[in-house]
């Protein structure tokens, strides 16, 4: 729910460059070999289980943008019993449930009898073996992540779940039959569109489907998996939600305490109770909405004063409790009071009371300083993307949406709900009640960090999260025994209709259509003429349509890029950096009057007259 200070993708195309990434199984094998000494090296940090590690050999970045990993020193941190064999080309590991075989200069490995194809080859150079970063998570079912603004490298172990509830065996042929068809279709949507992100499905205290789908770094052929870690935006405000109630049970807060008693200076704060920050009735704005937001410095947003004082003074948009309107500047200052009610930061409070005690140990604050926490990058786009930095939003909303974590992290907070570990029954009754419809007639309401609402398939708890790079979202059907975590690194995906498909494979019904690939078809000139010319919006500016060699290209005034428009019919079509479709407006008699650009996972539509 978090939205960009600017009207979505399409704007920002008009003010960067975007370098488009496609997915890596379409790109050529990256075979160069690169001098060491002519290679960044020197920069570059690498932490093996969470503890910085000093090699003899240094990784490089080659000239591919690749980043290559000195194989001997790494794996005496990860197979201390394994032993390497170099005969000429050929090089063997060998150990304790390890049988690793492949030649340098050779994308192909086998792993334990697994053949894998890297998309950068192996090589020896000056002697010593290097590998890309992909090897580790292929050959050795690593965790693996690259970070290209800090130059770290991480590498970690995956961890043994240890909870009966993630090792409980399907046994009912229909739940095996339900998870088989939950599989197939994330597995053709990744293929059709591209997605890619970790998944978690369970019913009846069963886990359908739990495991990784795409790529969590395009650019290193990194793939997800279920314990990737991924900022989860507003999702955050569910725990700051916990956090409040739990402090309200033990009589250190109320939820009709005015906001002045904790912000003194705060105007009108003896109006705004925490009630209001809990349900969006405050009228207080969206710090993140505001002009120049997005032009402060990261590091000063980690002073929640600073973040504060970036909108306080602001006017309310509406007299407090009258209506709802959704704001993080709220949720940041629940994150304010809980510091300064519980004597903690936000983090070491969460991590306390919350995270340790669920055995939660893959959740928490985004950054710490500079260095990112997570392990998969962000990315926006489609069917091509572009990595994304979510530095700014997640520094600028402290308990609104700088939390990451996994989807199995979420399960056993999912699991946590259904019980008293954290608060009391009464309590998490009171989290769940509706009190505010978030729109009339929508029939979706607002409780205390979730959204509640009836459907065609029964009563409904959830919340999303967006924020640049990221989009999650987790939905408890509490009457079905029914709960969907879905973690993805694509911003502003359209995550509700996923999330609906998932609910009724898992509950038994045929009402979806499996994912296929967009149809491209061939257009005349005669036809694409008619659509080429000057086009003037409000919100995207004038945009330029041409057609050159029969394909039909939309720009922007003002930049060198073009992003083809790919046909899906005579007058709809689409781009592969951009989830959405683009039509053609026509008159009585036929004639372009106008484009329109639909972008579903915004929740936005763009229109542009033609001008000549």
């Known amino acids: 729910m978090i939205k960009k200070c600017i009207s979505g993708l399409l704007v920002s195309l008009t003010l960067v460059t975007y370098s488009a990434v496609t997915p890596v199984s379409a790109q050529a094998i990256d075979g160069t070999v690169t001098d060491i000494t002519a290679s960044k090296t020197s920069s570059i940090v690498v932490k093996i289980n969470d503890k910085t ?59 334990n009898g697994k053949a894998i194809t890297l998309s950068t080859i192996p090589i020896v150079n ?36 240890t909870e009966d509830s993630f090792n409980k065996q399907l046994v009912y042929a229909n739940d095996k039959i339900i998870a088989a068809k939950l599989d197939d279709y994330l597995t053709a949507l990744q293929k059709s ?59 250190l807060l109320s939820e009709q305490d005015k906001l002045s008693k904790y912000v003194p200076d705060f105007p009108r704060g003896d109006e705004i ?77 969460l991590n306390k009371n919350i995270f340790k005690p669920l055995n939660m140990n893959d959740t928490g604050i985004g950054y710490i300083g500079k260095e990112k926490m997570y392990n998969s990058s962000g990315y926006q786009g489609y069917l091509d993307v572009t990595p994304i930095s979510d530095e700014i939003i997640v520094d600028g909303v402290h308990g609104a949406g700088n939390l990451y974590s996994t989807t199995e992290d979420l399960y056993r907070w999912n699991m946590a709900l259904d019980t008293e570990k954290l ?32 459907g065609d398939n029964g009563h409904e708890v959830f919340h999303d999260g967006n924020v640049l790079g990221f989009t999650s979202n987790i939905a408890r059907y509490t009457d079905k025994g029914l709960s969907i975590i879905i973690l993805t690194n694509s911003g502003y995906y359209t995550i509700n209709p996923l999330t609906y498909a998932l609910s009724n494979i898992a509950l038994g019904k045929n009402n979806y259509s499996m994912p296929k690939a967009k149809n491209v078809i061939k257009l005349d000139d005669s036809i694409l003429n008619k659509y080429v010319g000057k086009y003037k919006s409000t919100d995207m500016g004038n945009i330029s349509i041409t057609n050159k060699g029969g394909h039909l290209y939309y720009s922007a005034d003002g930049t060198n890029q073009k992003y083809e428009l790919f046909a899906e019919s005579q007058d709809k079509f689409f781009m592969r950096i951009l989830y959405g479709d683009t039509t053609f407006d026509k008159n009585s008699d036929g004639q372009i009057t106008g484009i329109t650009i639909n972008m579903p996972g915004y929740g936005m539509q763009y229109h542009g007259d033609k001008i000549n």
């Open 53 to 111: 590690v000093t090699l003899d050999q240094k990784p490089y970045v080659n000239s591919n943008s690749k980043v290559m990993m000195p194989l001997v020193p790494i794996l005496k941190q990860i197979r201390s019993d394994a032993v390497l064999q170099v005969k000429g080309n050929n090089i063997t590991i060998k150990g304790s449930n390890v049988n690793v075989t492949f030649k340098s200069g050779d994308e192909k490995v086998t792993a």
């Open 126 to 161: 000056y002697g010593q073996v290097f590998v890309p970063l992909e090897f580790f998570s292929e050959a050795f079912n690593q965790l693996v992540d690259w970070d290209s603004t800090t130059q770290i490298v991480k590498i970690s172990d995956m961890k043994k779940n």
């Open 193 to 251: 569109d591209n997605f890619h992100g970790s998944v978690l499905v369970a019913k009846d205290g069963n886990i359908l489907l739990n495991r990784g789908y795409g790529m969590a770094n395009f650019e290193q052929n990194i793939k997800n998996t279920s314990q990737t870690r991924f900022l989860i935006g507003s999702m955050t405000k569910q725990f700051t939600a916990m956090a409040i109630m739990q402090l309200e049970e033990k009589g």
């Open 273 to 349: 109770t925490i009630y209001n920050l809990l349900t969006h009735t405050s009228g207080i704005k969206s710090l993140n909405e505001m002009p120049g937001f997005l032009n402060m410095k990261p590091e000063d947003l980690q002073n929640i004063n600073t973040a504060i004082n970036f909108f306080k003074n602001k006017p309310l948009d509406f007299k407090p409790g009258t209506q709802f309107e959704y704001s993080n500047s709220g949720y940041l200052l629940l994150g304010y009071i809980v510091e300064k009610v519980s004597g903690m930061n936000y983090e070491n409070y």
């Open 423 to 454: 608060v009391s029954k009464k309590t998490m009754d009171k989290i769940f009640s509706k009190y505010v419809e978030m729109a009339k007639g929508s029939g979706i309401y607002y409780g205390y960090g979730w959204m509640i609402a009836d």
